[in-house]
T-cell receptor
Framework: AQSVTQLGSHVSVSEGALVLLRCNYSSSVPPYLFWYVQYPNQGLQLLLKYTSAATLVKGINGFEAEFKKSETSFHLTKPSAHMSDAAEYFCAVSDRRGSQGNLIFGKGTKLSVKP | ETGVTQSPTHLIKTRGQQVTLRCSSQSGHNTVSWYQQALGQGPQFIFQYYREEENGRGNFPPRFSGLQFPNYSSELNVNALELDDSALYLC?????????????FGDGTRLSIL
């Protein structure tokens, strides 16, 4: 069965510092992986997706993630944090209970950015 | 391009009541999935609709049911509401094409059970 583990429920960085949000997955089949961001009182916005085309995936707002099969990881990074990056971030793996694919989410990591 | 819209945005019900939540999918998307997000948790898959039929289901009891209409919009119905049903309910739409298709989410309906 597919699953996702996000290490660290809360990460705090200073503005301009590197952002690193960790995600490890478990999947019995080659995974499709996604990162979503959720701002307060809003739904989820897709940041980026891995679908086996390239191991380094670039997304919106300067974020990128690297798929490492040997480590079963898909960590999210951004070189320089902005105040506007403060939000909750969810890593997800595609499941196949829905024939068109459904998502299994981690518990989320709340990112705080200090001025 | 119109995104995913959900209504209502907030709802308060009491235990034992029934509720219907509505979702309009993004233009051109024919698959709708529903998720429940409890406070402080990640979303959990409830079920998916494709071609007006339920197409996969998570670990939710039968009192959670749904519909999809010919225009791809969808409803989530919950009967015999329980306190634990208090959550943010998210609708996501996608193109049929398999599990590599990204899902696009609405802003959700916040359901509170008293």
């Amino acid at each position: 069965a597919q699953s996702v583990t996000q290490l660290g429920s809360h990460v705090s960085v200073s503005e301009g510092a590197l952002v690193l949000l960790r995600c490890n997955y478990s999947s019995s089949v080659p995974p499709y992986l996604f990162w979503y961001v959720q701002y307060p009182n809003q739904g989820l916005q897709l940041l980026l997706k891995y679908t086996s085309a390239a191991t380094l995936v670039k997304g919106i707002n300067g974020f990128e993630a690297e798929f490492k099969k040997s480590e079963t990881s898909f960590h999210l990074t951004k070189p320089s944090a902005h105040m506007s990056d403060a939000a909750e971030y969810f890593c997800a793996v595609s499941d196949r209970r829905g024939s068109q694919g459904n998502l299994i989410f981690g518990k989320g990591t709340k990112l705080s950015v200090k001025p | 391009e119109t995104g995913v819209t959900q209504s209502p945005t907030h709802l308060i019900k009491t235990r034992g009541q029934q509720v219907t939540l509505r979702c309009s999918s993004q233009s051109g998307h024919n698959t709708v999935s529903w998720y429940q997000q409890a406070l402080g948790q990640g979303p959990q898959f409830i079920f998916q609709y494709y071609r007006e039929e339920e197409n996969g289901r998570g670990n939710f009891p039968p009192r959670f049911s749904g519909l999809q209409f010919p225009n791809y919009s969808s409803e989530l119905n919950v009967n015999a509401l329980e306190l634990d049903d208090s959550a943010l309910y998210l609708c996501a739409s996608s193109l049929a094409g398999g599990p590599n298709q990204p899902q696009h989410f609405g802003d959700g309906t916040r359901l509170s059970i008293l």
